[in-house]
C-alpha cells in the first residue's frame, strides 16, 4: 500500500545538525512533489518544505531558509531534510507528505508519513 | 506571506449538528485552499482540496466552498468521528501556509 516512513528524530544540542529522511513506497515516487510539515507540541501545522517530483524545485518556509535544505533521491525513493543550526523552536513533529498531484507545483497533501519527532535541547 | 486566519479556534457542538468553519486569506488565493482534519496523535487528513473537491473516501457530509479571500468548511451532520482539529492551508504562493486550526469538541 501507499506509505510513507520517516526516521531520524531525536534529541539533539542547540545549534547542532540533523538529518530526517523519509522512505516511500507503494506508488510512483519520482512522479510526485514531497513536502515536509511541523507539529510543535501542542500547537497547529508549519509548513517548512516542499520539492518539486524531479527536484529542480525547492521551496522553504522563511522561518527555516538559510538552515534547513530539502532533497530527494529519485533512485531509492526517499526524501530528506538537512536541519542545521538547530534552534529550541525547531522541537517538532516532522512530518513527510506527497503532493496530491503528480507533476510540478503543489495543490494539497494527500499521504502522510506517521511523523519523527525532533527535540532540541539547550 | 499570505496569512490564512480561522475561526472559531473552539467550537463545541453535538453529534448530528451542522458546523461551520471559516478560513479567511490576507490576500486572494482563487480556489488554492485545501482542508484537513487531524485527531490526537495522529497525522493530518487531507478532506478537500481545491476549496471544494472531495477526495475519494471522504464522507460527503463534509463540503467546501469559496474562493478568493473567503472559504468555509461544512459538516452537514456532525459524527462521533469527526471530532478533531481542522486546518485549512493555502497552496498559490510557494510559501505555503497553514491556518491556525478549529478544534472542534463535543458539547
Known amino acids: 500500500q501507499v506509505q510513507l516512513v520517516e526516521s531520524g528524530g531525536g534529541v539533539v544540542q542547540s545549534g547542532r545538525s540533523l538529518r530526517l529522511a523519509c522512505s516511500a513506497s507503494g506508488f510512483t515516487f519520482r512522479s510526485f512533489g514531497m513536502h515536509w510539515v511541523r507539529q510543535p507540541p501542542g500547537k497547529g501545522l508549519q509548513w517548512v518544505a516542499a520539492i518539486w517530483y524531479d527536484g529542480t524545485n525547492e521551496n522553504l518556509a522563511d522561518s527555516v531558509k538559510g538552515r534547513f535544505t530539502i532533497s530527494r533521491d529519485n533512485s531509492n525513493n526517499t526524501l530528506y531534510l538537512y536541519m542545521n543550526s538547530l534552534r529550541a523552536e525547531d522541537t517538532a513533529v516532522y512530518y513527510c507528505a506527497r503532493d496530491r498531484v503528480s507533476g510540478s507545483d503543489y495543490y494539497g497533501m494527500d499521504v502522510w508519513g506517521q511523523g519523527t519527532m525532533v527535540t532540541v535541547s539547550s | 506571506d499570505i496569512q490564512l486566519t480561522q475561526s472559531p479556534s473552539f467550537l463545541s457542538a453535538s453529534v448530528g449538528d451542522r458546523v461551520t468553519i471559516s478560513c479567511r486569506a490576507s490576500?486572494?488565493?482563487?480556489?488554492?485552499l485545501s482542508w484537513y482534519q487531524q485527531k490526537p496523535g495522529k497525522a493530518p487528513k487531507l478532506l478537500i482540496s481545491?476549496?471544494?473537491t472531495l477526495p475519494t473516501g471522504v464522507p460527503s457530509r463534509f463540503s467546501g466552498s469559496g474562493s478568493g479571500t473567503e472559504f468555509t468548511l461544512t459538516i452537514s451532520s456532525l459524527q462521533p468521528e469527526d471530532f478533531a482539529t481542522y486546518y485549512c492551508?493555502?497552496?498559490?504562493?510557494?510559501?505555503?501556509?497553514f491556518g491556525g486550526g478549529t478544534k472542534v469538541e463535543i458539547k
Open positions: 481545491a476549496a471544494s
Open positions: 490576500q486572494d488565493i482563487s480556489r488554492y
Open positions: 492551508q493555502q497552496l498559490i504562493s510557494y510559501q505555503l501556509t
